[in-house]
């Protein structure tokens, strides 16, 4: 069973900047797609930003569109979110998930139930 496993998540100064890793253990299929979700309280869970399998295609919600970057090393099975110019409304829970799907070589979806292995979350605080 794929296994992930999120860090980097700590406090920053609105303006600032983070890195989030997912790393991926356990049984990794060759190609499988991840997507980054985030949860404040008293919300719903939103799709921030995905990747392909292949890590041709990515996508971002319309909020973080230039100031977040997805991006995979395969030889780590990590995948990262780079997280500049952030804002309080930035603060959540932020989740990373894997869909190990045939098709998630070469597509990767925001809709939670397309993914089935999620992570344990990692705090992020924007804040002065």
């Known amino acids: 069973q794929l296994q992930l496993v999120e860090s980097g998540g700590e406090l920053v100064q609105p303006g600032g900047s983070l890195r989030l890793s997912c790393a991926a253990s356990?049984?990794?299929?060759?190609?499988?797609?991840i997507g980054w979700f985030r949860q404040a309280p008293g919300k719903e869970r939103e799709g921030v930003s995905c990747?392909?399998?292949?890590?041709?295609?990515?996508k971002y919600a319309d909020s973080v569109k230039g100031r977040f970057t997805i991006s995979r090393d395969h030889a780590k099975n990590t995948v990262y979110l780079q997280m500049n110019s952030l804002k309080p409304e930035d603060t959540a829970v932020y989740y990373c998930a894997a869909d190990p799907s045939f098709f998630a070589r070469t597509i990767c979806t925001s809709r939670p139930t397309t993914y089935s292995s999620w992570g344990q979350g990692t705090q992020v605080t924007v804040s002065s």
């Open positions: 990747i392909s399998g292949s890590g041709d295609i990515k």
């Open positions: 356990g049984f990794t299929p060759d190609y499988y797609a």
